[in-house]
């Protein structure tokens, strides 16, 4: 495109907070046939809420007070949730020791002379615990879009804790406006199938790439291009980062971690999703100009 019409883009985008760091970033964004969207903090306001703890054949407060001594050791979003919801009530504050995070599934420490262990069902299967009756009410858990974890005990599941992360505002319209553009939308989690399939649906998205480990976002995003698709990927997180750059143009959502916002080609100062369309727009109307 002309520096002109470059510079016309830029100025559009800024006074929207869309930041293109680069004439690069304008022009590959004319190009986009894809949006693959990360669904925590991104479609995701990633302010999760404990919405039930369902215990098995344990006792309640027990399973309250080994977890949250676990999840106050991990920075996971998740962990946040589990501690804001355990210190709310006056369960006994236990120490975990001996603290591993198991990335994009879990957890696991000793706490009270317990090995406790909290994840999905890949970090039990990993662990050898069987789920028994907990599998089905996870499985409701994650049909209703909340994201489901495993607390397990000494090696045996003994409760299920479901996690809401309420979908932003503008998620749905953005998606739409996607759609009536041309694109198709795309979203890659780390969390469970049904969980991801439920807020799809009720988003309008085309395609879901769930249960995929931090390691593996980028390949799923060169997996598209090698389709012949041309892909923009959004993402607040540092694990998002590598598929960020992967991708044709990577777009980082505002509020997100400084490593997102590092590796991004643009940068959503506003977090809205909306600005994904309008981005694209203003990369469409650059190259229409510099014809
Ligand atoms: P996302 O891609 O949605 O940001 P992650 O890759 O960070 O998700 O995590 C994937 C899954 O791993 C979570 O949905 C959860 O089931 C499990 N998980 C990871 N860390 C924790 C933790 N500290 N406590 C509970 N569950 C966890
Ligand atoms: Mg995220």
């Known amino acids: 495109a002309t520096p002109t019409a470059i510079m016309v883009g830029s100025g ?3 006074k929207r907070g869309i930041l293109f760091k680069n004439a690069t970033a304008i022009e590959s964004s004319a190009r986009i046939d894809t949006v693959v969207f990360d669904k925590t903090g991104t479609l995701t306001k990633g302010e999760p809420e404990v919405t039930e703890v369902v215990v098995d054949d344990f006792d309640h407060d027990r399973v309250l007070a080994l977890a949250g001594a676990l999840e106050r050791e991990s920075e996971h979003p998740l962990a946040d949730a589990v501690v804001r919801y ?5 369960v006994p504050r236990l120490r975990a020791t001996g603290f591993r995070n198991v990335t994009g599934i879990g957890a696991l420490a000793e706490v009270d002379g317990h090995k406790v262990a909290i994840g999905n069902r890949r970090l039990m299967d990993s662990e050898g615990i069987t789920t028994g009756d907990l599998g089905a009410r996870r499985d409701e858990i994650a049909s ?7 607390v397990a005990v000494d090696g045996r599941a003994v409760a299920v804790i479901g996690i809401a992360d309420a979908v932003r505002e503008t998620s749905a319209a953005a998606i739409a406006a996607l759609h009536k553009a041309g694109i198709r939308v795309a979203m890659l989690t780390g969390d469970n199938r049904a969980t991801a399939e439920r807020i799809a649906e009720e988003l309008g998205i085309d395609d879901v790439i769930a249960e995929v480990l931090p390691e593996d976002k980028a390949h799923q995003v060169q997996q598209l291009q090698s389709q012949g698709r041309t892909v ?6 540092v694990n998002d980062s590598p598929s960020l750059v992967q991708a044709d143009v990577g777009i980082a959502v505002g509020a997100g971690t400084d490593v997102a ?3 991004a080609d643009v940068v959503l100062m506003r977090s809205d999703p909306l600005d994904v369309p309008v981005a694209l727009t203003i990369g469409r109307g650059t190259l ?4």
Do not use: N, P, Q, S
């Open 86 to 90: 355990v210190d709310a009530t006056d």
């Open 288 to 291: 229409r100009k510099m014809r």
């Open 232 to 237: 923009a990927m959004v993402g607040d997180g």
């Open 261 to 263: 916002i590092e590796a």
């Open 12 to 14: 559009l985008g800024a």
């Open 144 to 150: 209703g879009g909340r994201t489901a974890v495993f």
